[in-house]
């Protein structure tokens, strides 16, 4: 019997926000890498996300150790993506601003 050796795809696809999903699930690739660079083994990821494969974990974590200077500059503009837009959401949304208005209602209704 012969080994058929053949290139598997990597199991990452892009979604409509532009976020890299590991496999057919909604675990991120930055999950993944996060987890992995704190020492997980992936065995130890696939524990904590039971819906990623355990194939598709070390083809990830193959891939992001091939591409690090790639994957390190996407995970980079996804944080100040999120920077971004919780600063946006502070500013609309003032949590000073509304604790005061809170505590004004509440005294309202308590005065009534």
């Not at 990452?12 to 999950?31: A, P, Q």
């Amino acid at each position: 019997m012969t080994l058929a050796i053949v290139a598997e795809p990597v199991p990452l696809k892009v979604n409509e926000d532009g976020v890299i999903l590991v496999g057919k699930t909604r675990v991120t690739l930055d999950t993944v890498v996060a987890v992995f660079n704190q020492g997980a083994t992936a065995e130890e990821i696939v524990y904590r996300y039971p819906s990623l494969s355990l194939a598709d974990v070390y083809a990830t974590i193959a891939y992001y150790l091939k591409h690090q200077l790639q994957v390190e500059a996407y995970l980079q503009q996804r944080r100040q993506r999120s920077q971004e837009i919780r600063e946006m959401n502070q500013a609309r949304f003032d949590p000073q601003g509304l604790r005061d208005r809170l505590l004004a209602r509440r005294t309202e209704q308590e005065e009534c």
